[in-house]
């Protein structure tokens, strides 16, 4: 009987297998266990294999910003044509085409 199957001192860069006793090289027994933690998030559903979340799906916007644009410049002139004077309607767009120069 070898001496790691006793118990004793395991060779530098390898590692005594679980179930059979067998002496495996390190890298090998890391990538297998990868593989199987890989595995099992799969079946589970985690990590990378969680599915993806639609935000169409929920109640939330995409973003709390407010539709519409800010008023500055020009664009006050032109929403000061026709009520409310604070928004730009499409009754500002008739006056304006209506306007004369």
Known sequence: MKKYQKGGDVP?????????GKLYPKAE???REDMMADMLNRQAGLG?????????????????KKPGMKLGGKLKKFAALAPPKNKVTFADKIAGAKKKK
């Open 12 to 20: 530098k860069g390898m590692v005594k297998g679980e179930m059979t």
């Open 29 to 31: 027994m890391d990538k």
């Open 48 to 64: 990378k294999y969680a599915p993806k979340k639609n935000p169409a799906t929920t109640n939330k916007p995409l973003s709390e």
